[in-house]
């Protein structure tokens, strides 16, 4: 079994595991102005919400109803799609681990801000880290800061793939992800939350060669569209 992911720019992934996909913070077309295609387009049987900010939200109803996808997310958050008519959700919370048919996630800390588009308070942000029942583990940090709480993460053994944002400004930057890659003991990093507003304007390359240069840890840069097979 392997892992397919398609990155649709910002923070919003695919991940097709054995014949299962997810959909980690859909923002689509014309929403996200990096996407590729419209949530139309888009297949899911699990949505991973990080948190309520409507660039990792503004699709999620919309993809929920027309896919039937359960939607993983905080607490708070579940609560409010459920009022929008989400038909399936599964709420956890900051430190929880649940398994699912493809593996088990785990909600993880990040230090963030969160609310839902119409205001409406989302809770605590959060990243994701999942054991595929392939065995590899990837960790999706999320909106955060560097935090050395990520230290854990990677004293629990590490990661295959880390998923972090470089943007700056909203999150942490480019340095700061290196530093996080560290925390994680990640082997393999694809970076996010970049170039999609002008406040977020990022060299990848630049942050994946100083990646390789200082720690060894492979790194992909994909462009909206582009797949990665983990
Ligand atoms: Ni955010
Ligand atoms: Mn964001």
């Known amino acids: 079994m392997s892992l397919h992911f398609t990155y649709y720019g910002h923070s919003t992934f695919t991940v097709e595991a054995d014949g299962v996909k997810l959909v980690i913070d859909p923002f689509f077309a014309p929403n996200n102005p990096l996407a590729p295609v419209a949530v139309d387009k888009i297949e899911a049987d699990f949505i991973l919400l990080t948190h309520g900010h409507a660039d990792h939200t503004a699709d999620a109803v919309a993809l929920a109803k027309q896919t039937g996808a359960t939607v993983v997310a905080n607490f708070e958050i579940v609560n409010w799609l459920q009022n929008q008519g989400v038909p399936s959700c599964h709420p956890m919370n900051t430190g929880g681990a649940y398994s699912f048919p493809f593996g088990r996630i785990k909600m993880t800390i990040a230090h963030h801000s969160s609310t839902l588009p119409d205001g409406t308070p989302a809770g605590n942000p959060a990243g994701y880290l999942i054991h595929f029942n392939d065995g590899s583990d990837v960790y999706f940090a999320g909106d955060t800061a560097l935090t050395y709480d990520m230290k854990l993460i990677g004293e629990a053994g590490g990661v295959d ?35 999609t507003f002008p406040p977020i304007k990022q060299d990848a390359q630049a942050f994946a060669a100083q990646l390789r240069r200082i720690n060894e840890i492979e790194c992909t840069v994909l462009a909206p569209g582009e797949d990665f097979t983990l």
């Open 161 to 195: 793939l880390a998923i972090l944002p470089i943007g700056d400004n909203f999150t942490m930057g480019p340095d700061d992800a290196v530093l996080a890659a560290q925390f994680v003991q990640a082997k393999h990093v694809i970076p996010a939350h970049y170039n």
